[in-house]
């Protein structure tokens, strides 16, 4: 399945990103929405989740997300909805880990 989340903030460490890996993360911005796919092996066996997708989190709540490769590259986003069905776009998607 996959989350759309809707970015609040984010650190200015996503911006000043050089490594060719790691591009991505220049292109964040808040008020973006975000598509977010929870596969294997992120997902728990056990809940068939994964952490930190909002799962009962009201819709006005906060979370926070960090990237990987990079812990200075931190902000927060809003839950906008779950997707059983994936249909994320090429850009603005990312995957739990």
């Known amino acids: 399945y996959c989350v759309e989340f809707r970015t609040e903030s984010l650190s200015q460490h ?3 990103e050089t490594r060719p890996f790691a591009r991505w993360m220049q292109y964040l911005r808040e ?3 975000v598509c977010v796919a929870c596969q294997p092996p992120a997902m728990s066996a056990a809940t068939r989740r994964c952490s930190g ?3 009962n989190a009201p819709g006005d709540k906060i979370l926070h997300w960090e990237a990987i490769g990079n812990s200075q590259c931190q902000g927060t986003w809003k839950k906008i909805r779950q997707l059983e069905h994936c249909s994320c776009p090429l850009v ?3 995957i739990f880990t």
């Open 14 to 16: 996503c911006a000043l």
């Open 53 to 55: 997708d909002g799962h």
């Open 92 to 94: 603005h998607s990312f």
């Open 31 to 33: 008020g973006h929405t």
